[in-house]
């Protein structure tokens, strides 16, 4: 599957709630490709032991039998282990679940600057072997706590969605000997540079009628530009973002929608507009601030490339550690 990049990171800034407790850490290794080097950082992780450890209670299982699923967090801040489908699976085979956070983002940056020689280590060749890590380090864990011999192995199963389950799918490949399956969802397994079939897919996902709706409200937005810029772009709360930017947030606000399951959100929202005699413009507007920036944690400034320059890791600096990712 290919990939459309988007620098809103939307796989981990759709709302979830989150099951895990706490912020845990371990020491990661910086360069996994020179063995010169020395240097390590702080990961974050976050684990939830809940169905293992009832498992445990109320039956004669031996801890190594809990299966541990290793749900790989992607391309931004790891808010912790969501209270999804991946539970629902820990549940039903008593499962522990760990996510290790990327490195680079959130708090697991190994510097303190995100300057583009800082971002050297940066890759998922490096990530692949951070889970590797990872992995055999939390098994040491598991062991200790359960007063298990060095060699206990639990069975061990990746997940991942997107990026990340492409990280997940390239895990499995590179250390088969530390994971028994992956489950990779829209895995990236190939990269596309014009990739246009994502626009005609969201296309066909709406329908001609709506399609047509949302083609017209570019066209819109695009005279409206012309007209007067300022007022344009300060309608959508993106005063000051240069025009290859502020459409970018417009194609996007109606993509993504539809990427994530709201089609009829935005389709419906926008046929109300027009047939309340509402520009085109001013509702697409008023779809992004009631409901599109709202519900997908969508601040619009963070589509400015003004913002890919913040080296100091912020509210930001997602942006900038993908898109620097995606261009090497």
Partial sequence: MAIRISTVLLLLTVPLTFASDGDLFFDQILDHFDPENDATFRQRYFEDTTYCDSALLRTSALPSTCPIFLYICGEATCAGIPNDYIREYAR????????????????S???????????????????I?????FRNFYQGVFNAKHKLSDGSENPWITFGVSYSGGLASWFRL????????SLSSSGVAEAVLAYTAFDEQVATSVGEECAS??????????????????????????????????????????????????????????????????????ALADYCNSFWYRTFGINPLSYSQEKLKLV????????????????I
């Avoid at 995100?114 to 050297?120: F, G, P, V």
């Avoid at 590179?174 to 399956?181: M, N």
């Fill in 174 to 181: 590179k250390f088969p000997h530390l994971t028994l399956g």
């Fill in 92 to 107: 039903k085979f008593d499962a522990i679940v760990v996510t290790p956070e990327h490195r680079y983002y959130g708090r």
């Fill in 129 to 133: 072997n951070d889970l590797a890590v």
């Fill in 213 to 282: 709706l949302l083609r017209n409200t570019t066209q819109s937005i695009e005279m409206s530009l012309k007209a007067d810029s300022n007022k344009t772009k300060a309608m959508f709360g993106a005063t000051g973002m240069i025009d290859g930017d502020f459409m970018y947030l417009v194609a996007d606000a109606a993509a993504t929608s539809v990427q994530y399951g709201y089609q009829d959100t935005v389709c419906d929202a926008m046929n109300r507009s027009k047939n309340a005699g509402v520009n085109l413009t001013a």
């Fill in 312 to 327: 100091v890791p912020g509210e930001y600096t997602g942006s900038r550690q993908w898109w620097f990712q995606v261009k």
């Fill in 109 to 127: 940056s190994p510097f303190e600057e995100l300057t583009y020689e800082n971002l050297t280590y940066l890759s998922s060749r490096q990530a």
